[in-house]
C-alpha cells in the first residue's frame, strides 16, 4: 500500500508529518508500506506501480478538494477516505454549512463575499453590513482551507481590514461568521465495520484561539478527551458527528469541528475529510482515548478499501 502526503498546499508540511505518523503506524501494524510525496510522478506511479490501496494523509488543496480522490478513482486505485464528489461538497466550507443547517444542524450564523464584491461595492460599507447583521465578535476565514490558516477572530471593527487581508491570502472568498462562546471540541467519526463516533477531544488553546500556531506548537493547547462535559451534552455530540458525517456523504474517517455554547448547544463549524494525524492531532488523540491503535485501525479501513473497490 502507498501513504500519500506532501504535495503543494500550504498545509505540505504538517502533511508530511501526518504521512510519516501514519506510514510508522502501518508499519507496526505489520503492513508494508511506501511513503509517497504528491507531484508530477504521482500518475506515473499509480500506473506502473499500483499499490493495493492508497492511505490518504493530504491536508488543504488538492488532498482534500477531491482532486486527488478524483484521479484515484480515473485509475481505479482503491483508497481510505471519501470519494471525489463529497470531499468537494465538504471542502467548501459555505456549501457545507448550507446542507448542515438544512438538515436542522445548528451551525454559526455566516456570509461568504468573494473579494470582487469588496472590491465593487466598496470594502468598508460591505463590512459594515456584515458587522450590522452578525455582530462582534466575528470569526473569518477562508471560505476552503484548512488548519485554520488564514482564520482570525475579530473583536473591533478597526480589526477587519487585517483580518481581511489574512483570509485573502489564503482564499479569494472571506467567510465571516457570527463567535460562539463556548467548549471548542472535536469528534472523530470512524467506519471500520461499523459507523461510530469516537471520544470528543476538547481544546483548550491556551492563547484563547486554536489557530494555526496553537495547532502545532507543542505545549500552546491543553487537550482534554473525553470532553469535560455532562453525559447528555457528550451524546449530542456524537450524533450530531454522525449526523454530519452521514449527510455530507463522507466515507470511512471523518472530523467534525464545533462549539458547545454555555447551554449545551452543539454549533457545527466544519467537517474535515483528511484529519490530522501528528503526533499532537486531534484524530491520534480519540483513537487512543477509545483504546484503539492509529495502525491498526487504518490496516481495517485500507482493507475494507481494498475490499470494496474504487467506486462503492
Known amino acids: 500500500m502507498a501513504v500519500l502526503a506532501g504535495g503543494l498546499s500550504h498545509e505540505r508540511e504538517v502533511s508530511l508529518r501526518s504521512g510519516r505518523r501514519l506510514?510508522?503506524?502501518?508499519?507496526?501494524?505489520?503492513?508494508?508500506?511506501?511513503?509517497?510525496d504528491v507531484d508530477g510522478s504521482l500518475v506515473t506511479r499509480l500506473r506502473t506501480d499500483p499499490p493495493d490501496a492508497v492511505a490518504i494523509a493530504l491536508h488543504g488543496g488538492e488532498g482534500e478538494n477531491?482532486?486527488?480522490?478524483?484521479?484515484?478513482?480515473?485509475?481505479?486505485?482503491p483508497f481510505v477516505g471519501t470519494h471525489a464528489q463529497a470531499c468537494r461538497r465538504a471542502w467548501d466550507k459555505p456549501?457545507?454549512?448550507?446542507?448542515?443547517?438544512?438538515?436542522g444542524l445548528d451551525?454559526?450564523?455566516?456570509?461568504?463575499?468573494?473579494?470582487?464584491?469588496?472590491?465593487?461595492?466598496?470594502?468598508?460599507s460591505v463590512l459594515d453590513a456584515m458587522v450590522d447583521r452578525l455582530g462582534l465578535p466575528l470569526m473569518l476565514k477562508p471560505d476552503q482551507g484548512g488548519s485554520a490558516l488564514g482564520a482570525q477572530v475579530v473583536a473591533e471593527r478597526s480589526e477587519l481590514p487585517a483580518a481581511m487581508v489574512s483570509c485573502l491570502?489564503?482564499?479569494?472568498?472571506?467567510?465571516?461568521?457570527?463567535?460562539?462562546?463556548?467548549?471548542?471540541?472535536?469528534?472523530?467519526?470512524?467506519?471500520?465495520?461499523?459507523?461510530?463516533?469516537?471520544?470528543a477531544v476538547e481544546i483548550d488553546a491556551r492563547g484563547g484561539v486554536y489557530d494555526y500556531t496553537a495547532r502545532y506548537t507543542p505545549g500552546t493547547v491543553s487537550f482534554h478527551c473525553p470532553a469535560r462535559l455532562?453525559?447528555?451534552?457528550?451524546?449530542?455530540?456524537?450524533?450530531?458527528?454522525?449526523?454530519?458525517h452521514q449527510l455530507?456523504?463522507?466515507?470511512?474517517?471523518?472530523?467534525?469541528?464545533?462549539?458547545?455554547?454555555?447551554?449545551?448547544?452543539?454549533?457545527?463549524?466544519?467537517?474535515?475529510?483528511?484529519?490530522?494525524?501528528?503526533?499532537?492531532?486531534l484524530l491520534p488523540i480519540a483513537v487512543?482515548?477509545?483504546?484503539?491503535?492509529?495502525?491498526?485501525?487504518?490496516s481495517a479501513l485500507v482493507e475494507r478499501a481494498i475490499a470494496r473497490g474504487c467506486f462503492t
Open 230 to 244: 455532562d453525559p447528555p451534552t457528550l451524546a449530542r455530540l456524537e450524533e450530531t458527528a454522525l449526523a454530519a
Open 95 to 103: 456549501t457545507a454549512k448550507t446542507e448542515l443547517a438544512g438538515a
Open 107 to 124: 451551525t454559526p450564523d455566516w456570509v461568504a463575499l468573494p473579494h470582487a464584491t469588496f472590491r465593487a461595492l466598496g470594502a468598508q
Open 248 to 281: 455530507l456523504g463522507l466515507r470511512d474517517v471523518s472530523r467534525m469541528d464545533a462549539v458547545v455554547d454555555p447551554h449545551g448547544r452543539v454549533h457545527v463549524l466544519e467537517v474535515n475529510v483528511s484529519p490530522g494525524l501528528t503526533d499532537i492531532s
Open 169 to 199: 491570502a489564503y482564499s479569494d472568498t472571506v467567510l465571516a461568521e457570527r463567535f460562539v462562546h463556548g467548549t471548542e471540541v472535536a469528534v472523530t467519526v470512524v467506519d471500520d465495520g461499523g459507523l461510530r463516533a469516537l471520544p
Open 23 to 36: 506510514a510508522a503506524a502501518l508499519r507496526a501494524a505489520g503492513a508494508d508500506v511506501r511513503e509517497w
Open 66 to 77: 477531491g482532486s486527488v480522490q478524483a484521479v484515484l478513482e480515473l485509475l481505479d486505485v
Open 288 to 298: 487512543h482515548a477509545a483504546g484503539m491503535d492509529l495502525g491498526h485501525l487504518y
